[in-house]
């Protein structure tokens, strides 16, 4: 009897806590130089005031499609909240590009504040690779909760911030956040349009930028999630946007 009492009590625990939780849609369209439309981006974040999710699939289209030989890629990020932050506890990265599928996942450890990192590579369905590392640094983010907590983690003009964040293991994790003063708005305006709360630049290191330093201008909506960012100096093909839709 105490134990059928107790099951009930935790299904109803469990149904108040998912009826709790509040869903949010967020869908991007991106564009690239000449190539135009090539895909798009699609965000599911489910939080409560103790966990959130956030399942993100990346579709490429038309001629991009083509190109880049029909890939697929999506993330998920757990973890718990602080502060009405997102803090992750675990990233997994699955992408597929014809006969090639790689898996990232990550477990953060924050008690002893460190991150392992377990890397799998299948080949026309065959396991080739498989390896599990601990990474040389610490961090509360990953790259989805880094982009969704942007509007509440940044908010003061005319400063820098530094964040980490796994999924950038050649940087080290490190990403840098400008948040420009009132007197360098003009570029930003220019490329992310007016009527947002907050703008910012993220600088981040890849081979497939003309500088050292790629800059990703964001635009945080009022809603505060990203509206649009574009991605400067993309070799040979000028800058990749991605705008919010949903």
Known sequence: MLRRIFITAGLFLLLGSVASAKVTQLNYVGTFGIFGTVGGIKNTLTQN?????IET????????KVLMRN????????GHMENGLMVSDSYKMISSKKDKKVSK????NHKDKYVTKRYRKWRKGKLVEDRTEKLKFYAKDDLLTLYFNLGAAVKKKGKKYLFHAVGLEKQDGRVEITVPSDEELAPYVKDLGL?????????IHQKNFRKKKGDILLAVAKDGFIHKSVI????FYGDAKLTRIK
Request: charge should be positive.
């Open 71 to 78: 890939p697929t890629e999506h993330y998920v990020s757990k």
């Open 232 to 235: 400067k100096d993309i070799l």
């Open 57 to 64: 699939t990346v579709i490429v289209e038309g001629l991009a």
């Open 195 to 203: 009527g947002v709360m907050l703008y910012a630049k993220a600088l």
């Open 105 to 108: 996942e990550y477990h953060i």
């Open 49 to 53: 005031k103790k966990t959130y999710k």
